[in-house]
C-alpha cells in the first residue's frame, strides 16, 4: 500500500560531528590521504605581512579552487554555495556546522593581487605530479602528444582584421643552417635570412585580443586557445602548454617535448596525430632518438594523377624516376627547405602519359623533396611495425581519453577567463585537479603500479630502430 513519509526528521536533534556524515570512500578523503598541502605555505609566505589582520588560510584559498575543478564547478560563486550546504566539502576545508564561507570576492583580489607574482599554480601541478611518480604510477617510456581547442569568452563575430608578424618556429634556424649547407655542396649561393619576417592578415578579437581564430574544415569557426598537452600510460598529464587557437601543433610540438624531457629524461617514444607528422618533427625525434609513432596520412592531389610515391626516389643518383622511366634530376633547393626535382620537357611532350602527370603549360613535371625527408621516411617505415601498431593504438585510452574527461567532466570545453595568462592559469588546475582525482582513487583502492615493458629497443646508432 502507499505510504506517506513525515517531514518530522527535519528538527531531529542529534549528538553528531561532521567527519559522521562523510562518506569513507568519498573523494575528498581519498585526496586528504593521498597529498599534503603543508607544501603551499612556503610558497606564498613572502606574500604576506607580518603585520596587519590575520589572513584567511592560503591551503583554504587553494582548497577552494580544487573543489571547483575536481567536481566540475562552474565558478567560485556556485562553489561557495555549495560549500555551504555539502557537509563533505565543509569536511575537507576543516570548516565545523557553522562557521561562515568566506566571500567570493576574497578569492578574486588573492589571485589576483597576492598568487598572481607567484608560482603558486605552477607549484601545484608539479608536486602532484611528483606524489604520482613516488607513488609509482607514472611510466616514462611512452608520452602521447595532442592538442585540444578552448572556447574562448569572445564573440566570433566581433573583430579586426590586422596585420601581424607570424611567430618564429622554435627549428628556424636548424633549418636555415641546414638548407645553406647544402646549397653550399650544391654550388649554389646560400640564402641570407636576416631582418626577414613573415606578415599576414589575421583576425583579432576586440573582446579578448590573445585568443587565436581557430578554422578546422566542419568545425564551427571560433575565437579560441589550444592546450597542447603530453601525458603518458596511465594517463598522467605531464605537461601543458596554452597558447592562442591558430597555432599549428607543429609550431609547439619540440618546445614542448623539450620541456617534458627535463623532468622525465628517459623517454623513448612519442606518440602523435597526423598534424605532427612534419618533416621537421620526425627529424627532432629522430636526432633525440625518440621513436616517432605517426599515423598513415592520405595523399594529396588530383585523383586523376599521378602521386608522389608513384615516382622511385634514387638515393645514390640522387633523382627520381617517372612511371615512363624518365629521370627528374635535381635542379635547386628553394628558402622553405624542398630540394626541386624537374624532368626535361623535350621528352615529357612526348609521352603518353602526360595527362595524367602534369598540365604544366610547360610539359614539365616538378617534384619536391624536403631536406629532412630521410627522417620522416623512417617515421614512415616505422609504421608497418607491431610496437608502433601497438603504441597508436593506446592513444584513445590516454591523450583523448584525457581531453574527453577534462570537456565533459572538468568544464575545460570553453572557459569564461579572458588573456593567455588566465586560460592557462584555468587549464593546469583542470589538469592538476584530474591528476589528483587519479592519484587519490588508485592509492584508496590500492592499485599496484603497471610498469608496462618496452615495447622495442634500440640500436647504438642515431638513425636505425628495430622493429
Not at 52 to 69: A, E, N, T, W
Amino acid at each position: 500500500m502507499m505510504t506517506k513519509h513525515p517531514l518530522t526528521g527535519r528538527h531531529q536533534v542529534a549528538m553528531i560531528t561532521v567527519d559522521d556524515l562523510v562518506p569513507s570512500d568519498h573523494l575528498v578523503r581519498q585526496i586528504d590521504q593521498a597529498i599534503s598541502f603543508a607544501f603551499i605555505y612556503p610558497i606564498v609566505e613572502p606574500t604576506y605581512s607580518s603585520l596587519g589582520r590575520p589572513s584567511i588560510d592560503p591551503v583554504i584559498l587553494v582548497k577552494f579552487v580544487l573543489l571547483q575543478y575536481l567536481f566540475g564547478i562552474r565558478s567560485m560563486r556556485q562553489t561557495i554555495k555549495e560549500v555551504d550546504t555539502n557537509m563533505a566539502y565543509r569536511w575537507f576545508l576543516g570548516f565545523d556546522f557553522t562557521e561562515k564561507v568566506p566571500h567570493f570576492s576574497t578569492f578574486g583580489k588573492n589571485y589576483a593581487r597576492r598568487f598572481r607574482e607567484t608560482t603558486l599554480f605552477e607549484d601545484l601541478f608539479s608536486h602532484i605530479l611528483e606524489q604520482a611518480v613516488k607513488a609509482g604510477f607514472i611510466t616514462e617510456d611512452n608520452l602521447y602528444m595532442d592538442s585540444t581547442h578552448v572556447k574562448a569568452n569572445a564573440n566570433k563575430h566581433r573583430f579586426n582584421k590586422e596585420l601581424t608578424r607570424t611567430e618564429a618556429k622554435s627549428y628556424q634556424k636548424e633549418l636555415e643552417k641546414e638548407i645553406n649547407d647544402q646549397r653550399i655542396q650544391a654550388g649554389k649561393k646560400p640564402f641570407t635570412w636576416d631582418g626577414e619576417e613573415e606578415v599576414k592578415e589575421k583576425k583579432i578579437s576586440r573582446t579578448d585580443p590573445e585568443s587565436g581564430y581557430y578554422v578546422k574544415s566542419e568545425r564551427e569557426k571560433q575565437f579560441a586557445y589550444a592546450a597542447h598537452t603530453v601525458c603518458e600510460d596511465h594517463g598522467f598529464v605531464l605537461e601543458c602548454k596554452v597558447t592562442p587557437g591558430n597555432i599549428h601543433d607543429s609550431q609547439v610540438a619540440t618546445s614542448l617535448l623539450d620541456k617534458v624531457r627535463r623532468t622525465f629524461p628517459k623517454a623513448k617514444v612519442v606518440a602523435a596525430d597526423a598534424g605532427y607528422k612534419t618533416p621537421a618533427i620526425a627529424h627532432y625525434l629522430v636526432e633525440k632518438q625518440l621513436r616517432p609513432v605517426l599515423p598513415y596520412t592520405r595523399p594529396r592531389g588530383k585523383k586523376a594523377f599521378f602521386r608522389k610515391k608513384d615516382f622511385v626516389y634514387d638515393e645514390y643518383y640522387d633523382c627520381y624516376l617517372c612511371p615512363a622511366d624518365q629521370i627528374l634530376t635535381f635542379s635547386t633547393i628553394t628558402r622553405e627547405g624542398y630540394r626541386e626535382y624537374k624532368s626535361s620537357p623535350e621528352v615529357c611532350k612526348q609521352c603518353p602519359l602526360l595527362a595524367q602527370c602534369t598540365q604544366s603549360q610547360s610539359c614539365q613535371k616538378v617534384i619536391t623533396r624536403h631536406v629532412w625527408q630521410e627522417d620522416l621516411d623512417i617515421a614512415e617505415e616505422l609504421r608497418f611495425t607491431k610496437t608502433n601498431k601497438t603504441i597508436y593504438q593506446r592513444r584513445k585510452e590516454t591523450i583523448e581519453r584525457v581531453f574527453a574527461d577534462a570537456k565533459e567532466k572538468h568544464g575545460l570545453r570553453w572557459t569564461k577567463y579572458r588573456s593567455l595568462e588566465k586560460v592557462t592559469v584555468h587549464t593546469m588546475l583542470t589538469f592538476a585537479a584530474m591528476n589528483l582525482k587519479k592519484l587519490a582513487t588508485w592509492i584508496a583502492k590500492g592499485t599496484t603500479p603497471l610498469f608496462f615493458f618496452a615495447y622495442f629497443h634500440q640500436k647504438k646508432t642515431n638513425r636505425l630502430f628495430l622493429p
